[in-house]
């Protein structure tokens, strides 16, 4: 008989391999199983039912039959579809029952009841799987007395949820008095009508009277929400007594089964949670050790070094877990598009792997806050959370993975929350919801889930949509230096060919960034080019302790391409950074690389004395950003293949100068240094127009400077256009551009 009963089993034996014989989480193969499997096995509960009829009292041969169906019936309600002939439900029962006769048959078999209880704990309904915790209490108990690590250890980790689920009702502080009420009253409606409409909220102004909350109140009562979270919630962590409990048996089920993936996530998740990340750093070094491709070991290593400050250990011990990854596991976790709006991440999901790549880099590249300096790397930033949600949120019976759930999500784009919060919501069962509050974008995230589940949802996902499409991520927990914005200048010139030499200038405002500095240094001046799509074409870096004016020269061909600028000091807290497309190419009215045009305007320091340059950069001028103080400066630009007449040249210029974007001021300019023509100026209540004719030897390059003085202009922005009348060919052409006046240093 026991040869028969082992052939008979050979298809269920194999089906149990890949879960370590009735000890997985959850029955193995359900997802996966094939139909022509899922038959066969049907064929095995029927004849593990003749051969129960010879052996009724067999608990093993119990045990094998309620296995079989549970993962047939898993099968049928999340895999590949429908059995025929068969229902999940009935399947789950017959599961049930014979887990249950098992349980009698051997009350001390640590397997048994181990299977029952995670069959109970898969369950949707509260009373159900509540019967799972003494199961779980009597496996770890009888595992203790055998020399099954693996199932001492599963068990001590089963034990170990039952009390981390309870901590998780009491994690962080609740609502007291009347302003739950407030969170209660929003909850309920928020889960009935998520347009908002019929919801009612607490009126601090009026004691206890209910007003109606619309659409036009909501900023009110999101901004009460929190201020009652601040003032009117119990300090410091809930449910000291289960987190302790958990501890010890995670501790215990990783102590006798070292090499546990589970009970390791578990400890790793543990001390994740209250931010013991040295504790965490030396769990993970040590498992290493043993260990060395441990995927989540690495990546428990890079959340711990990185919250350590320790990016340079985060970044190589992210990099090993990645490498080490399953390419599933990998295309899971390591996804970019987890920070895109919902739309976008649809587009770049249609990608093929190479341009996705690209995309990728694109993006990275794009939300780094300072390419100069090794800190706040969003990147590392990102994959710390991941691993964070990852280990915090996955609950295994419940088919949820960490980094996919609601919380996660709001995690990984926006970071560990200012301040976190419970409520009991009444009306909604016996459901709680979770409140986080994001001070720095003035944000809230409401989550609903029953207790020791584990699982929470968004309450409203429509609004959470609505917040996710206009701020898909931010990276606030990381920024440890301000960033400031700085005025930039792309000036173009003829180059020769279909090319340009393009001068980029930049003014930090040197002063600021060296004053927050805790060592008096030189401010650094970082400068990058790069193509539309962010490939890099050239960097430079500029050291100088007081000029605050940055300019660079670069020979340029045809293509869009990208100027990105930065200014840094080490240990300065406060940074600049500036941005600027450059576009080479042929403009309609615009640039061109060959007749009559005009080169584009640059702002120079002053105006010097040289007057028969054959270029611009001949002239000897200090280029400067088109931010000037004081209003003194010099106008600097290149007219080409001008006509000519018994060879000379003649143009007229016209100069411009009005406030931008509407505003209203009283324009006041001069000019000064050796224009060698006379100069008519026409002003206006809110403009000034400066004229004047030269006529030169004529040349095909025919360089202008002049001096312009605005001192009395108010501060402000203000619009250049510069219009230029050849008079020999009756052409005409233009160039515009914005400066801003800014006042004079105090001496």
């Known amino acids: ?103 009698a048959l051997a009350p001390n078999d640590a397997g048994i009841a181990m299977t029952l209880g995670q069959l109970h704990k898969s369950s949707g309904m509260i009373f159900t799987r509540i019967q799972a915790y003494d199961l779980f209490e009597r496996a770890l108990a009888a595992a203790r007395l055998g020399n099954d690590p693996a199932m001492h250890s599963e068990a001590a980790v089963e034990v170990g949820r039952t009390y981390w689920l309870r901590y998780e009702i009491h994690a962080f502080p609740p ?17 009935r009508d998520s347009a908002f409409n019929s919801a009612r909220a607490w009126d601090p102004d009026s004691g206890s009277r209910r007003v109606p909350y619309t659409r036009q109140t909501l900023r009110w009562a999101r901004d009460s929400i929190r201020h009652a979270i601040y003032t009117r919630t119990r300090g410091g962590f809930g449910g000291e007594a289960d987190y302790i409990r958990a501890e010890d048996h995670f501790r215990e089920a990783y102590r006798v089964a070292p090499t546990s993936l589970r009970a390791f996530r578990h400890l790793a998740m ?26 989540w070991a690495w990546m428990s290593l890079g959340l711990a070094s990185h919250r350590l400050g320790d990016d340079r250990v985060a970044v190589a011990a992210f990099d090993s877990a990645t490498m080490y990854m399953t390419a599933e596991e990998r295309g899971r976790l390591d996804r970019f598009e987890r920070l895109l ?162 001068v980029l200038t930049a003014r930090p405002d040197v002063e600021a960034i060296g004053r927050v500095a805790d060592v008096r240094t030189a401010v650094r001046s970082d400068a990058w080019l ?44 406060l940074a600049a950074r500036a941005f600027a497309p450059v576009r080479i190419r042929e403009e309609r009215d615009g640039f061109a690389f060959r007749g009559f045009g005009l080169s584009d305007l640059l702002f120079a320091e002053g105006p010097t004395t040289v007057t028969d340059a054959a270029r611009w950069d001949a002239l000897g001028v200090t280029p400067i950003a088109p931010q000037v103080a004081g209003g003194r400066f010099a106008l600097v630009w290149e007219a080409y293949d001008l006509g000519a007449r018994e060879g000379s040249a003649a143009y007229e210029v016209r100069i411009s100068i009005r406030p931008a974007e509407g505003r209203v001021a009283r324009v006041l300019a001069n000019t000064f240094g050796a224009l060698g023509a006379r100069v008519g100026i026409d002003r206006g209540s809110s403009r000034v127009d400066v004229r004047y004719t030269r006529r030169v030897a004529h040349r095909a390059t025919i360089v202008e400077q002049i001096g312009l003085n605005l001192s009395g202009t108010p ?28 006042a004079e240093p105090r001496r």
């Open 270 to 295: 543990l001390y994740a949670e209250r931010e013991r990340w040295s504790e965490l750093r030396t769990l993970s070094r040590d498992r290493l050790r043993e260990e060395p491709r441990h995927t």
């Open 175 to 191: 609502y007291e008095s009347v302003f739950g009420m407030e969170a209660q009253a929003i909850a309920q409606n928020l889960m």
């Open 1 to 103: 008989m026991h040869r028969v009963r082992c052939g008979a089993l050979t298809t269920l034996l194999a089906l149990l391999a890949a879960a370590g014989a009735l000890r997985a989480q959850r029955p193995p193969g359900a997802d996966t199983m094939t139909a022509a499997a899922a038959a066969e096995s049907l064929a095995v509960i029927r004849r593990l039912d003749t051969l129960l009829k010879a052996t009724p009292n067999d608990a093993q041969l119990w045990l094998r039959r309620g296995v079989a169906a549970w993962s047939l019936s898993e099968r049928d309600q999340y895999g590949e579809g429908s059995i025929k002939g068969v229902d999940w439900t009935l399947l789950r029962r017959m599961a049930d029952t014979s887990l249950r006769i098992a349980v």
């Open 715 to 742: 501060p402000g922005t203000y619009e250049l256009t510069l219009e230029v009348l050849d008079q020999v060919t009756r052409q005409r052409t233009m160039r515009r551009a914005a400066f801003t006046i800014v």
């Open 341 to 502: 709006r919902p739309a976008d991440s649809t587009r770049v999901v249609a990608l093929n792997d190479s341009a996705r790549a690209a995309a990728g880099n694109t993006f990275w590249l794009a939300v780094d806050p300072l390419w100069s300096r090794q800190e706040e790397q969003p990147r590392t930033e990102f994959l710390a959370r991941v691993a964070f949600a990852e280990l915090r949120w996955t609950v295994d019976e419940m088919r949820a993975r960490g980094a996919d759930t609601d919380r996660g999500d709001i995690y990984i784009r926006y970071g560990p929350p200012d301040i976190q919060t419970t409520s009991k919501a009444d009306g909604i069962g016996s459901d709680l919801v979770k409140i986080w509050v994001y001070d720095y974008a003035r944000l809230q995230f409401w989550f609903v889930g029953a207790p020791t589940f584990g699982t929470y949802r968004h309450i409203s996902p429509w609004a959470v949509a609505q917040v996710v499409d206009s701020m898909p991520a931010r990276w606030d927990n990381i920024a440890t230096v301000r960033i400031d914005s700085m005025p930039v200048g792309v000036t173009r010139f003829r180059g020769g060919g279909d090319t340009a030499e393009v």
């Open 530 to 573: 790069l193509r539309a799509n962010l490939e890099p074409v050239w960097h430079d870096s500029v050291l100088a302790a007081r000029s605050a004016h940055r300019s660079w020269r670069q020979r340029m061909g045809v293509g869009d391409y990208f100027f990105r600028t930065e200014a840094t000091a080490e240990t300065a807290r």
